[in-house]
């Protein structure tokens, strides 16, 4: 089945896209393994799959859902701690909530290339306050 989105993009493909990530037999038949890491392109995060949901909250700061995974970005904590313990819900609760969501998370500080034992810090990992864009009331 060919989603609306694959065919706009169909005859851009070569000089917009990298679809590196698609699969060879992707139902839209669109070329895979096109403009691979070059910079300046657009790239599908969902690799050719249909994204049910998407949470944005600022940038580099959102969450998709397809139908058998969820993807997620945040960009202030550590990898594992965004796999662990948050979830596409999550997102979903801070955006409509607006209510800031802590992790604690251990981490190893130096100053002055001097090495200190471990920390456990409570940061703030999901926010919905992006100071850089304003929603206006129309």
Known sequence: M?????????????SWFDTSEYPKDHQSGIKSGVNKKVIVMFKDK?????????????SKLY???????????C???????????ITHDDYKKCLFTREEQLRKMN???????DI???EEVNKVTLSADDDKRIIMED
Request: aromatic fraction near 6%; include cysteine.
């Open 2 to 14: 060919k989603y609306k989105l694959h065919v706009d993009i169909a005859r851009d493909v070569d």
């Open 46 to 58: 969902a690799c050719g799959k249909q994204i049910q949901e998407f949470i944005g909250l600022r």
């Open 63 to 73: 969450s998709f859902k397809l139908a058998d995974d969820e993807h997620k970005k």
């Open 75 to 85: 960009k202030v904590v550590k990898k594992n701690v965004v796999r662990k313990s």
């Open 107 to 113: 981490v190893i500080r130096s100053h002055m290339h």
């Open 116 to 118: 200190y034992n471990t």
